[in-house]
């Protein structure tokens, strides 16, 4: 079992940046997860995956955000990091972390507004 724990989220002007955290805890550390992820929920919209990190270090985004984000981890930290520069609006949402090894684990998630 692993638990996730976001955080970094809060409110920033259009064009702003924001960082942030994934920190798993638990029997499975993420370096033996086959993806760590990012997704987000605008409010009346479905899931969305935003970025995701394999366990070789393989990187995806969607092309929403290609060029704008950056995902990293810290396996020795056991952190999964999202980097969001150039926030638009419509990136406002709920950002879950996500982690996949047979079965896919989910954190509470954490809010992220950009006003314009």
């Known amino acids: 079992q692993v638990q996730l724990m976001e955080s970094g989220g809060g409110l920033v002007p259009a064009g702003g940046s924001l960082r942030l955290s994934c920190l798993a805890s638990?029997?499975?550390?993420?370096?033996?997860?086959?993806?760590m992820d990012w997704y987000r929920q605008a409010p009346g919209k479905q899931r969305e995956l935003v970025a995701s990190?394999?366990?070789?270090?393989?990187?995806n985004y969607s092309d929403s955000v290609k060029g704008r984000f950056t995902i990293s981890r810290d396996n020795a930290k056991d952190t999964v990091y999202l980097q969001m520069n150039s926030l638009k609006p419509e990136g406002t949402a709920v950002y879950y972390c996500?982690?996949?090894?047979?079965?896919?684990?989910w954190g509470q998630g954490t809010q992220v507004t950009v006003s314009s």
């Open positions: 996500s982690g996949l090894k047979f079965i896919r684990y």
């Open positions: 638990g029997s499975i550390p993420i370096s033996s997860m086959q993806s």
């Open positions: 990190i394999t366990r070789d270090g393989v990187t």
